[in-house]
């Protein structure tokens, strides 16, 4: 069974940065990390960044020019690099990996932006 894990989650203040890491194992067929999704107490889960095996990446509007997704694919890790973080980015972020048409995601790491 595939195994998606996060981590890099935590408390900053307004203005700080974090690094999310999300690795892929397991399962028949490679699973591969594809992005990051989002959401905050009483929302609906959001996109926030995507990125295809080409290197192509998409952002949501709101935190274009402030984050950055990128992957290694020697390690199956997909990284999210969070910087200028404002209080509105507080939520459980969630990576999103593709096997084939199977969906897998992650357990989620909760980061909350506060002073």
């Known amino acids: 069974q595939g195994q998606v894990v996060e981590s890099g989650g935590g408390l900053v203040q307004p203005g700080g940065s974090l690094r999310l890491s999300c690795t892929a194992s397991?399962?028949?067929?490679?699973?591969?990390?594809i992005g990051w999704y989002r959401q905050a107490p009483g929302k609906q889960r959001e996109l926030v960044a995507t990125?295809?095996?080409?290197?192509?990446?998409n952002y949501a509007d709101s935190v274009k020019g402030r984050f950055t997704i990128s992957r290694d694919s020697a390690k199956n890790t997909v990284y999210l690099q969070m910087n200028s973080l404002k209080p509105e980015d507080t939520a459980v972020y969630y990576c999103?990996?593709?096997?084939?048409?199977?969906?897998?995601w992650g357990q989620g790491t909760q980061v909350t932006v506060s002073s």
């Open positions: 999103k990996a593709l096997s084939r048409s199977i969906v897998y």
């Open positions: 397991g399962g028949g067929f490679s699973i591969n990390p």
């Open positions: 990125i295809i095996s080409s290197g192509i990446t």
